[in-house]
């Protein structure tokens, strides 16, 4: 029997399996990113130690980049929703009140998975009474928001980090299919446009100009977006852990939310931390 040997899985990155607006251009960010990844893919141990002797990188160090930016794109927004539910339950079910919240998701969590022993009565009933900042301080809105025991890519990726993922969208802007196959094979191969009538004709010089430049200037607004939201994450999460989470903050919280829901709609003008920018 003839087998096909499978295609790496990791050779293409995962496309956000959301609809919003916020999912879709991180999806043409992705899709601009597969062309790079694709160079980066080892396929042999000796791909993964080759090093690139202009930035000292190794196929596996690149690699292994792309990896962590897939995983920040899904994880900002799965982030984004979460934030978004939680504040949604915060403010309908539990009326912006911090203790109820708190009270009801320390109640949940101790019937679920178990608590300490002076989280029960003498009867083995769950304690209720008398409960003390310290009994709710793992159960805040805040302190679910923002979790500071355990690692998150989201809170600690900050724009710095994803500016070799940005060069490499901007020099894959740079490179064109004709470019790429004069470099690797010593030829230009014939690329072509659609003209008015819908006929397939030959792109000259000023069209393949015109089209590099399209893409460098799209390149350029992806990282002006791929900063707003690093800048968004960076100063909600500045906000949430200045607030004392021990009170409702009721105003403050409503507008995280409201600024929460306007990423996600890609309506960056609306987020109030970027209105006086523009």
């Known amino acids: 029997m003839k087998r096909n040997a499978r295609t790496p899985f990791y050779e293409f990155m995962c496309r956000v399996e959301e609809d919003c607006p916020l999912a879709i251009f991180l999806n043409k960010v992705i899709s601009e990113l597969n062309t ?5 893919v080892p396929r042999t141990f000796e791909d993964a130690n080759d090093t690139n002797k202009e930035n000292g990188k190794s196929n596996a160090d690149r690699f292994y980049q792309s990896c962590l930016w897939e995983l920040w794109f899904h994880n900002v927004i799965l982030r984004f929703h979460e934030w978004d539910d939680m504040l949604n339950e915060y403010f309908s079910e539990y009326e912006g009140k911090w203790k109820f919240y708190a009270c009801s998701k320390r109640l949940e969590s101790i019937k679920e998975y178990g608590g300490d022993e002076t989280d029960y009565n003498e009867d083995g009933s769950i304690r209720t009474l008398n409960l003390t900042e310290d009994d709710l301080k793992f159960y805040t809105v805040l302190g679910k928001m923002v979790q500071d025991d355990c690692r ?24 064109s299919l004709s470019d790429f196959f004069k470099e690797c094979f010593g030829k230009e191969i014939t690329t072509y446009k659609q003209d008015e009538d819908g006929n397939m004709v030959p792109m000259n010089f000023a069209d393949k100009a015109l089209n590099k430049a399209v893409k460098q200037n799209e390149a350029d607004i992806i990282d002006s977006y791929i900063y ?28 995280i939310h409201k600024d929460v829901k306007n990423m996600i709609d890609f309506n960056f003008l609306e987020v109030s931390i970027f209105k006086i920018a523009f």
Do not use: H
């Not at 790079?36 to 980066?40: D, Q, R």
């Not at 004392?244 to 919280?253: G, I, P, Q, R, V």
């Open 228 to 255: 707003l939201i690093c800048t968004f994450i960076e100063k909600t999460i500045e906000k949430i852990k200045s607030m004392n989470m021990f009170c409702d903050n009721t105003e403050e919280l409503s507008q």
């Open 36 to 40: 790079v990844k694709i160079l980066f």
């Open 152 to 175: 998150d890519i989201v809170r600690e990726t900050t724009y710095a980090d994803l500016q070799y993922m940005v060069s490499c969208l901007k020099a894959n802007a740079s490179m």
